[in-house]
């Protein structure tokens, strides 16, 4: 059973920072792609940022390239982080690390690609 573990939410004044962490615990895990997905109230689930196997490929969405920075902290993929800078109230949400063990090319923005989820960690942003 692989369990992910979101860490590292919370409030922030808008412009300020924050950092997300996602650690997969479990059987032997190596997942082909990490990814962050936000969900904000009545909204639809949405994309954040992924992240390769190799940490070589990087994906994110418009409206968080050059503000959020993802990274994996060791060679597996299993330890990912989410560093989140020049917060915006529209950013606030609930966020998610997936993780799935499948090729996922052209899918990484696809809620649907991924079988693992965390629980979630709030990020609230104040204007």
């Known amino acids: 059973q692989v369990q992910l573990v979101e860490s590292g939410g919370g409030s922030v004044q808008s412009g300020g920072s924050l950092r997300l962490s996602c650690a997969a615990s479990?059987?032997?895990?190596?997942?082909?792609?990490m990814a962050w997905f936000r969900q904000a109230p009545e909204k639809e689930r949405e994309f954040v940022s992924a992240?390769?196997?190799?940490?070589?490929?990087?994906?994110y969405s418009p409206s968080v390239r050059g503000r959020f920075t993802i990274a994996s902290a060791d060679t597996k993929n299993t330890v990912i982080s989410l560093q989140m800078n020049r917060l915006k109230s529209d950013d606030t949400a609930v966020y998610y690390c997936?993780?799935?063990?499948?090729?996922?090319?052209?899918?990484?923005?696809?809620?649907?690609?991924?079988?693992?989820w965390g629980q979630g960690t709030q990020v609230t942003v104040s204007s």
């Open positions: 997936a993780g799935t063990l499948a090729w996922t090319k052209g899918k990484e923005r696809e809620a649907t690609t991924y079988d693992y």
């Open positions: 479990g059987r032997a895990f190596s997942p082909y792609t």
């Open positions: 992240i390769s196997n190799d940490g070589r490929t990087v994906y």
